[in-house]
């Protein structure tokens, strides 16, 4: 499927020992256990970056968020909490969606929630009030994925069916400043690195995964492009320190790339064996939906369409392990909230699946480090220090240190 030299380490999920989370709860559609239909589907859903807010698609254009998240320290409370929380109705149906991050220029920020529809607007609401704080206009098709740029800058990119990116300047009434051209087929994702602003990575049909980038809000360049999937590819997530970056893919498979030189890190296979070249580019059973790093880079979910959500705990002390729990519907997007604890994910027929991952404790020290120096040390920087080869290898994710 993939040249084995240009690979990283490969995992399967059916062969590597496996654990069952603990505690996983289940929060039942507005509409109530009933079959699924069209427009019904729980396809995003978000954390505040505060960790004070949870906001998921209920179906039919509208957006709940639940709030005071901290207050829920068990599965079971959270739950319990699914008869309050504020109804957004966005009058279309909601495909991606975004928290803001803390924004100097824009008051009470971290309230607000952008989201993006299935007709090509976004819709940016406060969610402390219901109201509508901005309104874009400028796409020709759905929204299917935003992201906030990092650093407290007001920018917001989107990506779209349309096969283009936008650039949103929310300090200037939410004026769209830049279209990004270059993906040649519609864009499935998109997502800032948490610790550069100008950097941001998209991912869409055509086995199309691009590194961008972003000089200005009013200028870019194509930085790079990764190749290894074998299928669409349809979600993306960076490591916190910005040194990785996650996609997920139809071709069974999740990769975890450097985005600064191209190469693998690892390969998540999700069918074993891995479907050869005329089976990987069409449905095979084991379409990957979903990524994401957790906050500490210790951990990548994955949502698979063998209805399997899994935890890979890739880059601690021990070997790998896989955490999971069955899902009851095809999942759509997962997402931890900053602290790690939780895991949520929307299914197909409106429902939530949530997990609470109680593993705590202090990260080992050396893991710290690492995430420390690669927030302002890219892959070039740390292959020039004059250091053992087996501390350069760590730095770059590409072993563990004994």
């Known amino acids: 499927m993939v040249n084995s030299e240009e690979t990283g380490k490969i995992t399967y999920a059916q ?33 505040s970056k505060d960790g004070l807010k949870f906001a998921w698609s209920v179906g039919y254009g509208q957006v709940k968020v639940e709030s005071h998240l901290q207050a829920f320290k068990e599965v079971s409370d959270f739950v319990e909490s699914n008869s309050t929380g504020r109804i957004i109705d966005c009058s279309s149906n909601v495909v991606s969606m975004e928290f803001a991050p803390s ?25 402390d009030t219901g109201e509508m704080v901005f309104n874009l206009s400028d796409h020709e098709s759905r929204i299917n994925g935003l992201t906030f740029s990092p650093c407290g800058l007001p920018i917001l990119v989107s990506c779209s069916l349309d096969k283009t990116l936008k650039v949103w300047d929310l300090g200037d009434d939410g004026n ?10 519609p864009i499935s994702d998109c997502a800032f690195s948490p610790t550069n602003p100008h ?8 086995k199309s995964v691009i590194v961008w980038k972003l000089i200005h809000k009013r200028s870019f360049e194509l930085a790079l492009r990764l190749r290894g999937h074998n299928n669409d590819v349809v979600a993306c997530s960076w490591s916190p320190d910005g040194a990785l970056l996650a996609t997920a893919s139809h071709d069974t498979t999740a990769i975890v790339w450097d985005p600064f030189t191209g190469s693998q890190i690892a390969l998540l296979a999700h069918q074993y064996p891995m479907p050869c070249p005329i089976y990987v580019g069409g449905a095979n059973g084991s379409w990957v939906t979903s990524v994401c790093f957790s906050s500490d880079g210790t951990k990548l979910a994955t949502v698979c369409e063998d209805n399997c959500l899994r935890v890979w705990k890739m880059w601690g002390d021990n070997e790998v392990t896989i955490v999971q729990t069955d899902l009851s519907k095809l999942g759509h997007q997962c997402r931890f909230s900053p602290d790690g604890s939780i895991l949520a994910v929307g299914k197909q027929d409106g429902s939530l699946t949530v997990a609470h991952d109680k593993e705590s404790g202090v ?17 070039q920087n740390i292959e020039a220090l004059t250091m053992p080869k087996s ?7 590409r072993s563990s240190l004994n």
Not at 176 to 185: A, C, F, Q, V
Not at 199 to 206: E, P, T
Not at 363 to 379: D, E, G, I
């Open 363 to 379: 990260k080992p020290l050396r893991h710290l480090s690492r995430l420390a120096a690669r927030q302002c040390l890219n892959t």
């Open 391 to 397: 501390i350069k290898d760590y730095l770059l994710y």
């Open 199 to 206: 950097m941001l990575a998209s991912v869409g049909m055509g």
């Open 103 to 127: 924004l100097p220029i824009l008051a009470n920020s971290s309230a607000l929630l952008a989201t993006g529809l299935e007709g090509g607007q976004i819709k940016i609401w406060n969610t």
């Open 15 to 47: 062969i590597t020992a496996t654990e069952k989370f603990a505690d996983v709860g289940q929060i039942s559609s507005l509409y109530g256990n009933t079959r699924w239909k069209p427009g019904r589907e729980a396809r995003c859903c978000a954390f």
């Open 176 to 185: 769209m400043s830049l279209t990004i051209t270059g993906h040649k087929l």
